[in-house]
């Protein structure tokens, strides 16, 4: 298999605040983004960021600091977060039989998980990174109190990547647009075309950075002593930051 990954990168990150994309903002000296790519060092052969217009020069700018072992290339994503993931699908095509799609603000997750999302695809079309939901979930009825409170056993919290054969998520995604889905995830176009999708277990450390409590959250995870998931880059490479 020739493992691809698409990370959607064009999102302004509204419910963070401030005027740079949290993506390019730099979590303990790197930029969020490249921590996401540094993850899929050694495990990938291609990478794809679907950006949108107003962002595609300072993401250049920023790959422009780095350097690492696969091709990096840029394209214009859409409207939405789905119809970004489908055009980085059809850049990668031509040099990929499996995609991992990430978000590009989870700079901590595991290569283990991602390994395991690969080797998932071997058997299973599509796969979707996830953790067991540990705690009790309510349903709300419409007066603000608890309708119903729903059993937890079979309740999975999804991660990224989440994986598809491309050929397969090609034709789904195409089919989403041409039915007008609108899908919460990767995962559930692969399952709105039919599609079994397998779960592969994730990592609590594995956070979206949404709000300023995620981002200390990742601050605690990572001290100088244990990041070493950088591949090889200048000693320039993020100290134009916060000029983006």
């Known amino acids: 298999m020739r493992p691809g990954l698409v990370i959607p990168a064009a999102g302004r990150g509204t419910r963070f605040g401030g005027p ?3 993506q390019l903002l730099p979590l303990n000296g790197r930029a969020v983004l490249l921590r996401s790519l540094d993850a899929f060092v050694g495990l990938i052969d291609h990478a794809v960021l679907a950006v ?4 595609r020069s300072d993401i250049e700018k920023l790959l422009a600091t780095a350097t690492y072992p696969f091709p990096i290339d840029v394209v214009i994503g859409g409207d939405t977060r789905q119809a970004s993931v489908h055009a980085g699908l059809r850049a990668l095509a031509p ?10 603000v989870r700079p901590l997750v595991p290569p283990s998980c991602i390994a395991a999302c690969i080797d998932a695809l071997g058997e ?7 953790i067991p939901c540990s705690a009790t979930v309510k349903r709300a009825a419409s007066d603000g109190t608890v309708d119903t409170t729903i059993p937890r056993d079979a309740l999975w919290l999804a991660q990224t990547p989440q994986g598809l054969r491309l050929p397969l998520g090609l034709a789904a995604f195409a089919q989403a647009e041409a039915n007008g889905w609108v899908c919460s995830d990767d ?3 692969m399952e709105k ?20 409590d ?8 990572i001290s100088p002593m244990s990041d070493v998931r950088r591949p090889m880059s200048s ?7 916060c000029g983006l």
């Open 187 to 189: 995962a559930q176009v």
């Open 193 to 212: 075309a039919g599609h079994k999708v397998a779960i592969v277990p994730g990592d609590a450390r594995n956070l979206k950075l949404t709000t300023p």
């Open 235 to 241: 000693e320039t490479a993020d100290s134009d930051l």
């Open 214 to 221: 995620d981002w200390a959250v990742a601050e605690a995870l």
């Open 124 to 130: 299973h079309p599509a796969a979707v990174v996830a």
């Open 52 to 55: 949108s217009d107003d962002l």
């Open 20 to 22: 740079v994309p949290k």
């Open 95 to 104: 040099f990929c039989d499996i995609a991992l799609i990430h978000d590009a």
